[in-house]
């Protein structure tokens, strides 16, 4: 399915996606700039957290929690990585054991570590303020 939404739109994306798409793991693809961390930013607010939200580019990971102190979710940005075989050693596998909404930025990095089970986001930039999106997953 694709849709055309504004940034300011984002927001009502994210609620209609989380809406829609029966998957807790989603990878997010698109260039540098194309607003993969807005959307993730939206949709943790969306699922009821008021966590700072910024993308883990150094850290790899970051994790969101609701309000009460349960675990939301696991925030990953694969960017940095040189090799697929880094995920091993930050654990990737065990995060993906937990209950928690699993988002992941540059998916393509991890290669044949990319679950399965999971809804695929293309986000394209159309101009300064547009996007397309088209998101993709197994029932």
Do not use: C
């Amino acid at each position: 399915m694709k849709i055309t939404y504004s940034l300011a739109e984002v927001s009502q994306l994210a609620e209609t996606l989380v809406s829609k798409i029966p998957h807790k793991t989603w990878a997010l693809h698109g260039p540098m700039g194309a607003g993969k961390t807005t959307l993730i930013k939206a949709l943790i607010k969306v699922l009821g957290s008021t966590d700072n939200v910024q993308s883990p580019t150094f850290g790899l990971v970051n994790v969101y929690h609701l309000e009460n102190g349960d675990l939301l979710a696991y925030h990953f940005d694969f960017y940095r990585l040189e090799d697929p075989e880094e995920v091993l050693d930050i654990g990737f596998e065990e995060y993906l054991g937990h209950d928690g909404w699993i988002f992941i930025e540059w998916p393509d990095k991890i290669g044949a570590y990319l679950p399965e089970d999971r809804a695929d986001i293309y986000i394209d930039v159309i101009d300064a303020h547009t996007r397309e999106l088209t998101y993709h997953f197994k029932k």
